[in-house]
Every structure is written in structure tokens, then in C-alpha cells.
């Protein structure tokens, strides 16, 4: 990633210090974290999706290592200890065994475990999955062999949940009860009753499975959630992550629904360490950035020197969340880190009797 945290100032330093530092657990365990290198892509990513999707912007797409992980968390989270579950990018054009190959290796190297990103129709689970250190799936709509109309978002793409993840991973990750880090595709996200009940056949049918719902269902807007969550509160495997969702009535809505112990901390870092704000309008969301990319709404004229990170935003909508619904240091524990160390726990023990 280009310029990395560039732009972080005394004013960034402040926010954390005043809003965070008391706020946020010693330990923070962040579930959604994309690492991925440079010479892992095997071809030329489209202009069309340089253009809207984020994390191919000519900025970010250059790679984000371990490394440049730590020295975001060092910078971001001064004092903090701050852990990660990793997997790599999930896009069309990356050598997928690269991808997960790297992932295995920082996750030997550093003691952490890892998310296998699976080709669709992945038939036979790759050797030494868990020596690897991975704990689970990642798998992605985008992966799917699709022809988009011209006029879609490739983040859009309307396939099936069952698409793009094979019934070996299903069953799989049922026999060892790992997890499965689901973003869900269609235009109309859990608004749209196929997904809902996609995701309701997985529940019921894989009951071992660890289902987190990747962004809580990329309900960045309240209008994405407040009604299919009444389809998703009553599933005991069912959890959601955080991952740039930048408003607090999603998250309250999540908390006071679903209730905190199904709430995953996580950024989606590298694009969390950019500076904006993912914000709703007319039950839309848009990203705002303060530098002016294809896929944000930005201005080169106004002076916008006051923005911060989304990670901060991340965390700032969490906290106004948990706040109002007067929750103790015990649940903002259980979100910033339990949540997900408890998931990682009980997988390796599963395994370790398996
Ligand atoms: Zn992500």
C-alpha cells in the first residue's frame, strides 16, 4: 500500500488517546484483516474495477504484509496489543495458492491463525490445512466465473451463496467446526430473501459451523438490517463481524438483537487504514474519503485536514453503540477480543480431537 499511514498526525494520536485508550480491552483481537503482496497477481486488474472496488485502487493494490500490519497496529493502537486473524485478497486476479501459501507462512511465523480463501468448486481440501494454520474458509462471490452486466458492481455480483462455496468446504468445516467468513453477494444483501435463506440452510443443515457474517452482512446502512435481522437472531452458530461498518445503529441494532457475544471485532484493514468515513444516505452507503478516489465521494477544493482513519470510525461507532446500551468493560472485552479468541480456541481443540 502506497503512503502508508501518510497522513497520521497529533490529532489522530489525540482521538486515541482521549477516546480509545480507556475504552478499548489491553488486548484486541481484529477478525478481519487482508494481507496479500504484490507479485501475487497473475493479470492486470480491469480499469472498471480499479474504479469501484476499493482495495484495487492503484493506492492500495500494491500489497499489505505482516509488516506493514504491525506498523499500522503500533502507530494506531499505541500500547494496545493488537492480534489478527488473517486471509489473503479475494479477488479474481490474484494466484490464489500465493495468496493462501502467504498467509500460511505469517501465520507459522507469528503464532496467529490464518482463513483459507477456496476456489468455488474446491473439491479436495489442500494438505496440511490446519499445520498450515488455518481455521476456516473465506470464500468469496467474486471468485465466481460471471459475466457482469455493464451496468453492475462487480461488490454486486448475483450468484448464489452455494456458488462459491462447494459442499467439500460445507462439509468440511462442519466435520471440524471451523469457521466460515461469509460475504454475502446480490445487490439487495440481506434485504434479499434468497440470501436469507441461503444462510438459513447452512445454519440449520451445518450446526458446527462457525458462520460469521462478513461486515454483519455488508449492512453499512440500518435499512440493510432491521428487518432480515429477525431472520438471523435465533441461530446459535451464527456471528457477524464489524468490518467497516462505520454506523452506530447498526451496531446497536446488532448487539441489543444478536447480543454482544456474537459481535466480532474486525477493520478490514488494509482499506481501514485510509482516511474516511463509510457514511449512509437515503439507504445507500458511500464511501468519503479525503483525498478523492473513483470510488468516493471526495473534494479536491474543501480543506478536509480534519478526517481520520475508518478504523477509528470503526471503533468510534462500536463505542457510541455500546454506550447507549450501557454495557460493561466485560462485553467491550468480548467484542475487541473474547468473541473471537473463544471461536479460535474451540476450533483447535475440535481439531486436536479429531
Ligand atoms: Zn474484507
Given at each position: 500500500?502506497k503512503?502508508?499511514?501518510?497522513?497520521?498526525?497529533?490529532?489522530?494520536?489525540?482521538?486515541?488517546?482521549?477516546?480509545?485508550?480507556?475504552?478499548?480491552?489491553?488486548?484486541?483481537?481484529?477478525?478481519?484483516?487482508?494481507?496479500?503482496?504484490?507479485?501475487?497477481?497473475?493479470?492486470?486488474?480491469?480499469?472498471?474495477?480499479?474504479?469501484?472496488?476499493?482495495?484495487?485502487?492503484?493506492?492500495?493494490?500494491?500489497?499489505?504484509?505482516?509488516?506493514?500490519?504491525?506498523?499500522?497496529?503500533?502507530?494506531?493502537?499505541?500500547?494496545?496489543?493488537?492480534?489478527?486473524?488473517?486471509?489473503?485478497?479475494?479477488?479474481?486476479?490474484?494466484?490464489?495458492?500465493?495468496?493462501?501459501?502467504?498467509?500460511?507462512?505469517?501465520?507459522?511465523?507469528?503464532?496467529?491463525?490464518?482463513?483459507?480463501?477456496?476456489?468455488?468448486?474446491?473439491?479436495?481440501?489442500?494438505?496440511?490445512?490446519?499445520?498450515n494454520?488455518?481455521?476456516?474458509?473465506?470464500?468469496?462471490?467474486?471468485?465466481v466465473?460471471?459475466?457482469?452486466?455493464?451496468?453492475?458492481?462487480?461488490?454486486?455480483?448475483?450468484?448464489?451463496?452455494?456458488?462459491?462455496?462447494?459442499?467439500?468446504?460445507?462439509?468440511?468445516?462442519?466435520?471440524?467446526?471451523?469457521?466460515?467468513?461469509?460475504?454475502?453477494?446480490?445487490?439487495?444483501?440481506?434485504?434479499?430473501?434468497?440470501?436469507?435463506?441461503?444462510?438459513?440452510?447452512?445454519?440449520?443443515k451445518?450446526?458446527?459451523?462457525k458462520?460469521?457474517?462478513?461486515?454483519?452482512?455488508?449492512?453499512?446502512?440500518?435499512?440493510?438490517?432491521?428487518?432480515?435481522?429477525?431472520?438471523?437472531?435465533?441461530?446459535?452458530?451464527?456471528?457477524?463481524?464489524?468490518?467497516?461498518?462505520?454506523?452506530?445503529?447498526?451496531n446497536?441494532?446488532?448487539i441489543?438483537?444478536?447480543?454482544?457475544?456474537?459481535?466480532?471485532?474486525?477493520?478490514?484493514?488494509?482499506?481501514?487504514a485510509?482516511?474516511?468515513?463509510?457514511?449512509?444516505?437515503?439507504?445507500?452507503?458511500?464511501?468519503?474519503?479525503?483525498?478523492?478516489?473513483?470510488?468516493?465521494l471526495?473534494?479536491?477544493?474543501?480543506?478536509?485536514?480534519?478526517?481520520?482513519?475508518?478504523?477509528?470510525?470503526?471503533?468510534?461507532?462500536?463505542?457510541?453503540?455500546?454506550?447507549?446500551?450501557?454495557?460493561?468493560?466485560?462485553d467491550?472485552?468480548?467484542?475487541?477480543?473474547?468473541?473471537?479468541?473463544?471461536?479460535?480456541?474451540?476450533?483447535?481443540?475440535?481439531?486436536?480431537?479429531?
Amino acid at each position: 500500500m502506497k503512503n502508508l499511514l501518510k497522513e497520521f498526525s497529533e490529532a489522530d494520536l489525540k482521538i486515541f488517546k482521549e477516546e480509545f485508550n480507556d475504552f478499548l480491552p489491553k488486548k484486541i483481537l481484529d477478525s478481519h484483516i487482508h494481507l496479500w503482496k504484490k507479485e501475487f497477481f497473475k493479470e492486470e486488474i480491469s480499469i472498471d474495477k480499479q474504479k469501484t472496488n476499493p482495495f484495487a485502487d492503484k493506492d492500495i493494490i500494491d500489497g499489505f504484509t505482516f509488516s506493514d500490519f504491525k506498523f499500522v497496529a503500533n502507530k494506531l493502537f499505541p500500547n494496545k496489543i493488537y492480534e489478527g486473524l488473517f486471509f489473503g485478497l479475494p479477488i479474481k486476479e490474484i494466484n490464489l495458492q500465493m495468496a493462501n501459501k502467504y498467509i500460511s507462512n505469517v501465520c507459522m511465523e507469528n503464532n496467529c491463525y490464518g482463513l483459507y480463501i477456496p476456489e468455488p468448486n474446491l473439491k479436495n481440501i489442500p494438505e496440511d490445512f490446519f499445520k498450515n494454520r488455518f481455521i476456516g474458509f473465506k470464500p468469496y462471490p467474486d471468485l465466481v466465473e460471471y459475466k457482469m452486466p455493464t451496468d453492475f458492481s462487480e461488490l454486486d455480483i448475483d450468484v448464489s451463496i452455494f456458488d462459491f462455496i462447494s459442499k467439500k468446504v460445507l462439509e468440511f468445516s462442519e466435520e471440524n467446526g471451523l469457521m466460515l467468513l461469509i460475504h454475502i453477494p446480490r445487490k439487495n444483501r440481506l434485504n434479499d430473501k434468497r440470501n436469507i435463506e441461503e444462510i438459513s440452510t447452512i445454519a440449520t443443515k451445518y450446526k458446527n459451523i462457525k458462520i460469521i457474517l462478513a461486515h454483519a452482512g455488508r449492512s453499512y446502512c440500518y435499512s440493510d438490517i432491521k428487518d432480515s435481522i429477525n431472520y438471523l437472531k435465533d441461530f446459535k452458530n451464527l456471528y457477524v463481524d464489524t468490518a467497516m461498518i462505520n454506523n452506530f445503529s447498526v451496531n446497536k441494532l446488532l448487539i441489543k438483537e444478536l447480543g454482544p457475544e456474537k459481535i466480532l471485532y474486525g477493520s478490514d484493514l488494509a482499506i481501514a487504514a485510509l482516511k474516511g468515513k463509510n457514511i449512509e444516505i437515503n439507504n445507500k452507503h458511500y464511501f468519503v474519503t479525503n483525498v478523492p478516489h473513483s470510488w468516493s465521494l471526495s473534494s479536491s477544493e474543501m480543506n478536509l485536514d480534519n478526517f481520520t482513519y475508518f478504523i477509528y470510525e470503526i471503533i468510534g461507532a462500536i463505542k457510541i453503540a455500546v454506550k447507549s446500551l450501557n454495557l460493561g468493560k466485560e462485553d467491550i472485552e468480548n467484542i475487541f477480543y473474547l468473541n473471537t479468541k473463544r471461536l479460535i480456541d474451540d476450533i483447535l481443540y475440535s481439531i486436536s480431537k479429531n
